[in-house]
């Protein structure tokens, strides 16, 4: 069964660069695509961008001055990076696989397996 | 962007009763719809995927319904470990996945 484990600094000054880490195990990360999602305290879901394992990106049009997303698949891990961050980049992160349906010439997709997410507080 | 809204914002129910928690979306998505739960202090879980598709090892008192810009999450019979926030997402644009604000469903 995968399984999703985020790492990385629980704090991060204003001005610098968050970077975290999701590990997965108990499966392969090819042939899927990963993203990153968070959460600020008390507020709803927001999308931060997805990886396919072969290094294609896209990201929150609202994030994607300041968002980097990387993999190595031969560690079977993906990272975030977010710069100049400030106060209101603090929240839980999550990192999640997006699994893909197919019905005929349509595919949708969804973050079937989650993280248990890292709480990161942008403050000096 | 796709912008999405949930009704209601939270809801007071009694073990047994049946909720339905609706999204809508600012324009058609299709069936390009997931519902996730999330209790607190947890990661949220998905529940239904492509508007109805039931995710394996979900209870089957959950559903959901419906395509274009109006969609539902349905629990049949209302259970203790179901108290939650409920969240809808689409998926339709795949260079912006978007999450409706949540319902949170709450003991009566």
């Known amino acids: 069964q995968v399984q999703l484990q985020e790492s990385g600094p629980g704090l991060v000054k204003p001005s610098e660069t968050l970077s975290l880490t999701c590990t997965v195990s108990g499966g392969s990360i090819s042939s899927y695509y990963w993203s990153w999602i968070r959460q600020p305290p008390g507020k709803g879901l927001e999308w931060i961008g997805y990886?396919?394992?072969?290094?294609?990106?896209n990201y929150n049009p609202s994030l994607k001055s300041r968002v980097t997303i990387s993999v190595d698949t031969s560690k079977n891990q993906f990272s975030l990076k977010l710069s100049s961050v400030t106060a209101a980049d603090t929240a839980v992160y999550y990192c999640?696989?997006?699994?893909?349906?197919?019905?005929?010439?349509?595919?949708?997709?969804?973050?079937?397996?989650w993280g248990k997410g890292t709480t990161v507080t942008v403050s000096s | 962007d796709i912008q999405m809204t949930q009704s209601p914002s939270s809801l007071s129910a009694s073990v047994g009763d049946r909720v339905t928690i609706t999204c809508r979306a600012s324009?058609?998505?299709?069936?390009?719809l997931n519902w996730y739960q999330q209790k607190p202090g947890k990661a949220p879980k998905l529940l239904i995927y492509a508007a109805s598709s039931l995710q394996s090892g979900v209870p089957s008192r959950f559903s959901g319904s419906g395509s274009g810009t109006d969609f539902t999450l349905t629990i049949s019979s209302l259970q203790p470990e179901d108290f939650a926030t409920y969240y809808c997402?689409?998926?339709?644009?795949?260079?912006?996945?978007?999450f409706g604000p949540g319902t949170k469903v709450d003991i009566k």
């Open positions: 990886i396919y394992y072969s290094g294609s990106t």
């Open positions: 997402q689409q998926s339709y644009s795949t260079l912006l996945f978007t």
């Open positions: 999640a696989r997006l699994g893909i349906a197919a019905a005929g010439i349509f595919y949708y997709y969804y973050m079937d397996v």
């Open positions: 324009q058609s998505i299709s069936s390009y």
